[in-house]
């Protein structure tokens, strides 16, 4: 297991389309899902999606019971999941602030759908399909979006809700610096 580094904004390899994976219970899958593990708790991150560290498989985890960087939100159970497929259950959006490891200091308010179900497999095949709302569906669309090679700031609509988080978060937890 190792804390991998994580690319930033303007890596080209964030912009790509992730490969889905077809080989599943390997060691190698294994060990790529204990590092993002690994690389995301260091960070205190919710969720990290394997492009970001450069490997470009359809590959997210989140989850957190509590969390430095978003102190008010539920928790979200820790979830391995590969080649997700996200359908909308709500034409509702909702605008909520989001950071990104990949976008480190800053936050942005962002519109997602506020319920959606997601489907896909875990990293032994096991299928996974969830029903979702709030925090937890914001969080699973931020990662899909890593996925199809889309960081948050691309969806932000309101520019005068983004920017640094010790600016517009002054009392949040220095560890949310990021
Ligand atoms: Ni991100």
């Not at 691309?154 to 600016?167: N, Y």
């Amino acid at each position: 297991m190792a804390i991998r580094e994580i690319l930033k904004m303007g890596d080209p390899r964030l912009l790509r389309v992730a490969e889905p994976i077809t080989a599943f219970g390997t060691p190698e899958l294994d060990s790529l899902v204990a590092d993002m593990f690994d690389t995301m708790h260091a960070a205190n991150g919710a969720g990290l999606a394997a492009p970001q560290i450069g490997v470009n498989l359809q590959l997210v985890i989140f989850g957190f019971q509590s969390n430095a960087r978003y102190p008010d939100a539920p928790q979200v159970p820790e979830t391995v999941l590969l080649n997700p497929v996200l359908t909308p259950l709500s034409d509702d959006m909702e605008e909520g602030f989001e950071g990104c490891l990949s976008v480190p200091g800053l936050r942005g308010s962002v519109p997602r759908h506020t319920r959606l179900r997601y489907e896909g497999v875990d990293q032994y095949g096991k299928a996974i399909r969830r029903e979702v709302d709030g925090f937890h569906a914001r969080v699973v669309q931020h990662e899909v979006d890593h996925l199809l090679g889309i960081l948050y700031p691309m969806r932000i609509r309101d520019f005068s809700r983004f920017g640094f988080t010790e600016v517009m978060f002054p009392g949040l937890d220095p560890r949310a610096d990021d």
